[in-house]
Nanobody
Framework: VQLQAFGGGLVQAGGFLRLSCAAS????????VAWFRQAPGKEREFVSG????????YYRDSVKGRFTISRDNARDTVYLQMNNLNPEDTAVHYC?????????????????WGQGTQVTVSS
């Protein structure tokens, strides 16, 4: 499975972006998918995840109430709507497909990774 993440860009604080993660093959629709991000000089961190059937969504505390994750299995695509962005959200954002249907906390449990899309928020 190849993943393509796109939708990043440069926005002002308070602005919004919608990231998309498109999978090349259908097996991804049975797997949990998550977004991670990595800012310069920092470790990659979990941002949000969604189970295979959208029954559960997970968010890191700093994005709760601002970000919304969703998926369209018919299109093999997962979205991350990011509202009220702030400079601390600046990072390369990656999508990843888990080995199973849940959203694991361990990054090593993600089988496929996208190439990343840059999100830059200016103050």
């Amino acid at each position: 499975v190849q993943l393509q993440a796109f939708g990043g860009g440069l926005v002002q604080a308070g602005g919004f972006l919608r990231l998309s993660c498109a999978a090349s093959r259908r097996p991804s629709r049975n797997n949990g998918v998550a977004w991670f991000r990595q800012a310069p000089g920092k470790e990659r961190e979990f941002v949000s995840g969604i189970t295979w059937n959208s029954s559960d969504q997970y968010y890191r505390d700093s994005v709760k109430g601002r970000f919304t994750i969703s998926r369209d299995n018919a299109r093999d695509t997962v979205y991350l709507q990011m509202n009220n962005l702030n400079p601390e959200d600046t990072a390369v954002h990656y999508c990843a497909v888990a080995s199973g249907g849940r959203v694991p906390s361990n990054q090593s449990d993600y089988r496929y990774w996208g190439q990343g899309t840059q999100v830059t928020v200016s103050s």
